[in-house]
């Protein structure tokens, strides 16, 4: 099926230990974006990539490391994982044009302990 | 980046029309206006957009002030599932690309 996919879905891990999130999408769009949602507040942007081999820091990028090698992949690293990068991490793609809307994975709940 | 500013939360009675505003002050030209929406414990999703002319679509609807400085979600009847965090954003190629910043959202309560 079509779509975006994240994994995995819920992750505990232990504070100074390393963490990827998977993210996959099947549409071949040119952008993706890795968000982080704390408890009440809004989304903020972690790091986008414009296309493969292309990123760029968002609002909060201290802490986390990013590649895209192929299009449909985004993978998100903690090398390092404090407690304050607990929090819900959606990953979204979108197409290269202004009026072209972002899709979202459902997201990973990361608890670092 | 241009940003937007939205009410901390609202709250409607469910069958009736429910209006969302937006600030966007610093909107530029080619700048589009998104709304995406998330339900609890859910990853947003898109609701709709538009530039310039107001847009309807199976969702909501979406005026647009003359100036473009401010925008309207209007939800026709709300519904208890219409309960959700409701973001604004604005979208357009800068020097950054895509940035695409949310802000903190409008909270709809929706009282049966």
């Known amino acids: 099926d079509a779509g975006i996919t994240q994994s995995p879905r819920y992750k505990i891990t232990e504070t100074g230990r390393q963490v990827t999130l998977m993210c996959h999408q099947t549409?071949?769009?040119?952008?993706m974006f890795w968000y982080r949602q704390d408890l009440g507040h809004g989304l903020r942007l972690i790091y986008y990539?414009?296309?493969?081999?292309?990123?760029d820091k968002g609002e909060v990028p201290d802490g986390y490391v990013v590649s895209r090698s192929k299009t449909e992949n985004f993978p998100l690293t903690l090398e390092s994982a404090t407690r304050s990068q607990t929090s819900v991490y959606f990953c979204?793609?979108?197409?290269?044009?202004?009026?072209?809307?972002?899709?979202f994975g459902n997201g990973t709940r990361l608890t670092v302990t | 980046d241009a940003k937007t500013t939205q009410p901390n939360s609202m709250e409607s009675n469910e069958e009736e029309p429910v209006h969302l505003p937006c600030n966007h002050s610093?909107?530029?030209?080619?700048?589009?206006i998104h709304w995406y929406r998330q339900l609890p414990s859910q990853g947003p999703e898109y609701v709709i957009h538009?530039?310039?002319s107001n847009v309807n679509n199976r969702m909501a609807s979406l005026a647009i002030a003359e100036d473009r400085k401010s925008s309207t979600l209007i939800l026709h009847r709300a519904t208890l599932r219409d309960a959700a965090v409701y973001y604004c954003?604005?979208?357009?190629?800068?020097?950054?690309?895509?940035?695409?910043?949310f802000g903190a959202g409008t909270r709809l309560f929706v009282k049966a």
């Open positions: 549409w071949s769009h040119s952008y």
């Open positions: 990539s414009a296309a493969a081999d292309i990123t």
């Open positions: 538009g530039l310039t």
């Open positions: 610093t909107i530029s030209g080619t700048d589009y």
């Open positions: 979204a793609s979108s197409e290269i044009v202004s009026n072209s809307p972002l899709h």
């Open positions: 954003i604005l979208r357009a190629r800068n020097t950054g690309g895509f940035k695409t910043i």
